[in-house]
């Protein structure tokens, strides 16, 4: 969106028409409120960006369908001049003529009417230039079919519109809706508003002249018309502009003229060279370089000018009116204010009521729920007032500064104070997200040359406003998405639609813009493409699950939504979605299963006693949308072994209530998954990742290996770096383990490349320290005594199998596992020949945590030459 600079932020009201609540639709569910429909229509208009055009920012829906729209908005327009009771000017008049007609000329490229052209929604700015306001309204209510009153003024509607006359779809007196209004219809309204500048009055004020008009139309002459018109309103300028005029009042549609066809006119000869053709910006994710229009001023020192240190007109219309609700703003609180928004009592609202002497009252229709099109400007005072403290060095941070992202101001002590705070105030903080907007804004812009610095700050945290785009920074997003998804065939039949179009209906339908018409479309369009495009894959149940969060971020751009889920599912859910997937499912719920036995034993050993396996790594991909965005920040950090992470941290939090109930009160528990905090899953989420070797997550059925990246949290809080699946195979790394013998396994098997990491064997050291000296591994080796003292491990310990366990299973107490019970808590690697799996499964039996098991055993180190064999004994 572009900057705010001279303009205000507006908002006007209206209701959708009410619908009946015992009717349902031909599927059987309840129908969709009109307010919805137009809540999902309207969302399009976002994206209509034009020099002549009010910039449309935000609906909201309220109680007994209320809508509130909120757009740019100018206190100056042209009823100004019609209330000064002067002609204007005719330079002034084809400036206003030919600035009009270039916004309708732009609308009607994206399919656009105004339909509700009149002089008070022709704004000026402080320039003096047109800019069109309310152009969508006619757009969101369809036509107008979802509201109760019409869209247009009269006097200035055209001729073939007045002749349809008003339609209503519950009206039984007409069986279909008039076909809607075209571009010519806004000429004609053009016209009026033209005569009446060279008039310097309103047109047709009294019924003589309305008289007059009818008889004049009658001879179907424009140029009479014009003249009659132009000598009873002393409008003796028009006749200046008579061919032109005579193009915009035209009785037959059909001979009068189109926007684009007007702008070509003889008349604007003069003025039209002095207007350089709007080019749209360049989207971040496109084949165009986006630095191509740019251009500098003759006099490089204009760009330092201080404009009353007016930064926030700087920004983008959307983000002053996001930071405007966080300061306190109150759409119904403003308009309530106004007076637009009036509350009666409620014996008031009712039709009709009976006083105790029998005298009833009724009320006619309550005219609070017609049009009234007031815009109320939004003050911005409270919103300065709280950023008044934040200095100007904020607004334009330093990309390449590696001492802070946060500014210095008189307030950064709190901002420094604010990253602790938790993300749920963070985001409601105005003065913390406007320094996190700019910082995210200007790394997007330089993306993807700054994808570094984008995932350092995600690492804080990401600002809902560009959660979208970040998103899809993180994911690897490039190329020009548009054209790849436009060339995909989303129209020919194919037989999952029907399992899309059940699917669909059922899916976050507690938002309204996902159950608007207008999600289920793009819904539809996009789940479709991805299937199209992915011959190999199947839809499964569940896929519509995945694209929400997408699709709901980038509402107005199905390629980004469509490229963002073909991104992350190869990296989360590899070949979940192959026709015959068990096999990936099988090692995935494997897998899912040993991490909870590495991480809570305790936990483990009761599912396995009641024959439960929960299938939690999936039920985090269909949380509640809020839910999803912050897990899913943190998410997209990690690598493909990052959601089962996740999953213990959900079990987790589910402990108690598991640990105590059988199966059945399980299988209930996970069909209505109960309250999760998100921030602390995440927090706790990354801890047991930071614990988790990488190898031990290893699955021979995940994607396969691309280059090896940092995993987004950072080398300093984890010694894991980057997804085991990315790393260079070699001699000492994890051999496949056919899916019978892995589901034999209770503990994760880890390689050889990963022991000798974690136990720095290469830098000398005989164990991993944490920071606080303790370690952090340690090798358990169960060979004999004998096997053990020809070379081991240097600083593992050695446990003999034979000598540790009892004949029943029980762990002996002797001086060896006495050693071991000081390392619980520790990451454990049994290492031996064989019964090495039973080592490991006796030690999550007795409820010892992060035990694994060394793949290949001590095999795989003999050809290294790190094992040690101790000195003799003199």
């Not at 907007?437 to 804080?460: M, Q």
């Not at 090798?779 to 004949?807: C, K, L, M, Q, W």
């Amino acid at each position: 969106m572009r900057p705010l600079k001279d303009a205000q932020l507006g908002a006007f009201t209206f209701f959708a028409s009410a619908l009946p609540h015992d009717v349902c639709g031909s599927n059987g569910l309840p129908l969709t409120p009109n307010s919805i429909k137009i809540l999902g229509r309207f969302q399009i208009l976002k994206t209509i960006t034009h020099p002549r055009l009010c910039q449309y920012v935000d609906i909201s829906r309220g109680k007994h369908e209320r809508l509130i729209v909120v757009a740019e908005h100018y206190e100056k327009s042209l009823s100004d001049f019609q209330r000064q009771g002067k002609p204007a000017s005719l330079e002034k008049v084809l400036q206003i003529a030919y600035e009009v007609l270039e916004g309708l000329e732009f609308m009607n490229k994206h399919g656009l009417v105004h339909r509700a052209l009149s002089a008070h929604n022709v704004l000026m700015d402080c320039k003096g230039n047109v800019k069109l306001a309310k152009f969508g309204l006619y757009h969101m209510t369809d036509h107008g079919a979802d509201v109760d009153f019409p869209i247009g003024y009269p006097s200035y509607l055209a001729p073939e519109v007045i002749a349809q006359g008003s339609f209503h779809p519950s009206d039984p007196s007409r069986d279909e809706a008039p076909l809607p209004s075209g571009p010519k219809t806004d000429v004609w309204s053009l016209g009026v508003l033209l005569f009446e500048l060279c008039a310097g009055r309103r047109l047709l004020q009294n019924i003589e002249i309305s008289e007059r008009l009818k008889f004049i139309l009658t001879l179907g002459c424009m140029d009479d018309i014009v003249t009659v018109l132009a000598e009873e309103h002393g409008a003796r300028l028009l006749v200046d502009i008579l061919p032109f005029e005579s193009l915009c009042i035209c009785i037959f549609c059909v001979l009068r003229a189109t926007p684009a066809e007007l702008l070509g006119d003889p008349v604007f000869s003069g003025i039209s060279c002095h207007y350089t053709p709007f080019l749209k910006p360049v989207s971040l994710f496109s084949s165009s370089l986006r630095c191509a229009h740019l251009e500098l001023p003759d006099d490089i020192s204009d760009l330092c000018k201080d404009d009353d240190d007016d930064y926030l007109s700087e920004r983008a219309i959307d983000e002053v009116y996001h930071l405007w609700c966080l300061a306190g703003g109150d759409l119904e609180k403003e308009l309530t204010n106004k007076e637009i928004i009036q509350s009666k009592p409620p014996i008031c609202t009712l039709p009709n009521f009976v006083l105790e002497d029998g005298e009833s009252f009724g009320q006619g229709r309550d005219r609070s729920f017609l049009l009234d099109d007031t815009t109320v400007t939004l003050s911005l005072c409270q919103l300065r007032n709280r950023l008044k403290d934040v200095a100007g060095e904020a607004y334009y941070p330093l990309l390449e500064d590696e001492q802070s992202s946060l500014p210095q101001s008189n307030s950064s002590n709190e901002l420094s104070a604010t990253v602790t705070l938790p993300l749920i105030i963070r985001e409601r903080d105005t003065e913390y997200q406007l320094i996190r907007i700019i910082l995210f804004d200007r790394l997007l812009k330089a993306y993807p040359y700054k994808k570094n610095l984008v995932w350092k700050e995600a690492r804080v945290d990401i600002p809902p406003l560009v959660r979208g785009l970040a998103w899809a920074a993180l994911l690897g997003i490039e190329g020009d998405i548009q054209a790849k998804y436009e060339s995909i065939d989303k129209d020919t039949p194919i037989p999952t639609d029907r399992q899309i179009e059940v699917d669909i209906p059922r899916c976050h339908q507690y938002d309204e813009l996902l159950s608007s018409p207008q999600g289920h479309i793009k819904f539809r369009r996009v789940l479709k493409a991805w299937v199209v495009s992915h011959p190999d894959l199947v839809y499964w149940q569940g896929l519509d699950s995945l694209c929400a969060p997408f699709l709901y971020l980038n509402f107005n751009n199905e390629a980004l939504a469509y490229a963002c889920m073909s991104a992350f599912i190869p990296k989360y859910l590899y070949n979940f979605f192959l026709k015959d997937n068990s096999h990936v499912i099988q090692e995935y719920l494997t897998v899912f299963s040993q991490m909870i036995a590495f991480h809570d034993p305790e936990l483990s050993n009761h599912l396995n006693e009641i024959g439960f396996i929960p299938d939690v790594s999936y039920q985090e991909y269909v949380f509640p949308l809020h839910k999803i965005f912050h897990l899913w920040d943190t998410l997209l950090l990690g690598n493909s072994s990052f959601p089962f992470c996740i999953g213990v941290a959900i079990l987790q939090q589910l402990r108690d209530r598991l640990l105590a109930n059988g199966f059945n009160e399980c299988i209930l528990l996970f069909s209505d998954l109960p309250e999760i905090d998100i921030e602390r899953c995440v927090r706790e989420s990354i801890t047991l990742f930071c614990w988790t070797p990488k190898s031990a997550t290893y699955r021979q059925h995940a994607q396969p290996s691309k280059v090896a990246g940092d995993n987004g949290f950072g080398k300093t809080t984890t010694y894991y770096s980057s997804d085991y699946q990315d790393m260079p195979k070699t001699d000492l790394s994890r051999e496949p383990l056919a899916l019978c013998d892995l589901k034999a396994e209770v503990s994760p098997r880890i390689s050889a490349e990963d022991l000798i990491d974690l136990c720095e064997l290469s830098l000398g050291g005989p164990t991993k320290r944490s920071r606080a000296g303790k370690p952090k591994i340690v090798a358990v080796d169960i060979r004999s005594v004998e096997d053990f003292g020809r070379g081991h491990i240097s600083g593992s310990i050695n446990i003999p199998f034979n000598t540790a366990f009892s004949s029943d299973g029980e762990l002996l107490q002797c001086p060896a596992t006495g050693v071991l019970q000081n390392y619980r808590g520790r990451v454990i690697v049994v290492i031996g020949h064989a019964m090495k799996s039973a080592f490991a499964a006796h030690l999550v039996k007795v409820n010892f945590p992060r035990v694994c098991i060394l793949d290949g055993g001590i095999n795989k180190l003999k050809p290294t030459g790190l094992l040690t064999v101790p000195s003799p004994q003199i």
